[in-house]
Structures are given as structure tokens and as C-alpha cells.
């Protein structure tokens, strides 16, 4: 059977010794992503990172399964750490690393000043190269973004002051949904947390009432 290849799932190796980006596809638009990303000036963020002290993911990283995400209209950290764990875009844009939901939660805490402008610019720059369509965008009224995207085209002082206007709408409410949802999960984990250490106490009374019981019991007498 020397044909058959090896099943690298069985052995825990996932992803054998390929590259994740082999597995997607030469046009996907994670691709289109990453190059905008790039192009983005995200150095506010990363300026607050020295070299110094213990090892931690990178917050380029962090900062790309983020605005992934916001693009996709994901506002759920733990939605987004599930992705990171099963979808390929999201594992490539990871760089291979396992992002928790509190991880992310407290990156967005951490930097949303900077995250709400760079939001800004992400749109921009989405529109501009139909990464994402005005149809997909609405504002908090529901009226939808302008079809016109073309940067190059001239408009009226007063046509941008509208576009830039929808945008940070669209932005402050996206990311006001998004702490709406951090705060359910956290009360959510917290809950479980609560309900997991219940039981736990539950089962270990139930085990020491056994063991106690089993020791008083008189031995059988062997004839």
C-alpha cells in the first residue's frame, strides 16, 4: 500500500508539512486582503510593542482576523476565535496560532481609538478595490453607502463629507454591537465557569459520601 499517502489527521498533524495558504485558493480574496492590510497605517498599534518582555502573538496578527472580521460583519469574539481555530482564511491571517476570545476581547479594549480609525480607513480602501460592495454596508438608519466608490472621481466637498460620515456611522455601530456581544460572552463564560465548579463540588461530595460509606460497611467474613 505504499501508494496510499500517509493520513496525517491520525497521526495529529493537521497540516503535514504543507503551507496553509496551499490550501486555499490562488484567487481567494483572503489574498486581496492581506495586500491591503499592508497598506494600511497601523502603526499607532504597533508602536506600543517593544521588544522586551515574555513571547506574545503578534499583534499584526490580531489586528488581521479582527478587521477580517469586520469586513465579513462578524461582531463576536468568540465567533471570531472559533474561525481562527476552523477556517482557513482566518488560520492563514492567524499565522497558525490559536487566538482565545479573551485575547482578542482585551486587544480591542486595548486599542479601540486606534482600531476605530483604522476601521475607518479599511472601508475606504475596500470600497475602492470592491473587496466589499456599498450594498453590504449600511449606516445606523439603514439608508446604504453611496454605489459611487471610485477615489479618483471628483466629488463636491460636501459629497465626501457624506461618504466619510456614513462610514463612521457604520463603524461606530458596528463596533458598539461588537462590546454589546464581548460583555454577553464574558457574563456567558462567567456563568459557565460558575456552573462547571457547581458541579464539580457536586460530583466530589457525591465520590467522598461513597468512599465514607464503603469504609464503614462491616468485611465479609470468609468461611
Known amino acids: 500500500m505504499k501508494r496510499i499517502k500517509t493520513n496525517y489527521a491520525e497521526q495529529g498533524v493537521l497540516f503535514s508539512t504543507y503551507y496553509v495558504g496551499d490550501r486555499l485558493a490562488e484567487d481567494d480574496e483572503v489574498y486581496s486582503f492581506k495586500n491591503l492590510l499592508d497598506n494600511l497605517d497601523i502603526s499607532p498599534i504597533m508602536n506600543e510593542y517593544g521588544e522586551e518582555g515574555g513571547s506574545m502573538y503578534c ?6 482576523v479582527i ?7 462578524i461582531t463576536s469574539s468568540v465567533k471570531i476565535a472559533e474561525l481562527v481555530r476552523n477556517s482557513l482564511p482566518f488560520i492563514y491571517l492567524a499565522g497558525g496560532h490559536i487566538i482565545s476570545r479573551r485575547a482578542l476581547s482585551e486587544f480591542r479594549l486595548k486599542h479601540l481609538k486606534s482600531i476605530r480609525k483604522i476601521f475607518n480607513q479599511t472601508i475606504d480602501l475596500s470600497l475602492s478595490i470592491n473587496l466589499v460592495k456599498p450594498k453590504d454596508l449600511f449606516t445606523l438608519d439603514g439608508s446604504k453607502l453611496e ?73 465479609t467474613r470468609l468461611i
Open 67 to 73: 478587521l477580517y472580521a469586520f469586513l465579513k460583519g
Open 147 to 219: 454605489s459611487d466608490t471610485s477615489p479618483f472621481k471628483t466629488r463636491s466637498k460636501l459629497e465626501w463629507e457624506i461618504r466619510e460620515k456614513q462610514i463612521e456611522v457604520y463603524v461606530n455601530n458596528f463596533l458598539d454591537e461588537w462590546a454589546k456581544n464581548d460583555n454577553l460572552e464574558e457574563n456567558h463564560e462567567k456563568e459557565h465557569k460558575v456552573k462547571f465548579q457547581k458541579m464539580k463540588e457536586k460530583l466530589e461530595e457525591i465520590l467522598k459520601a461513597k468512599n465514607e460509606s464503603s469504609k464503614d460497611e462491616k468485611p
Open 59 to 64: 499583534p499584526k496578527s490580531k489586528l488581521a
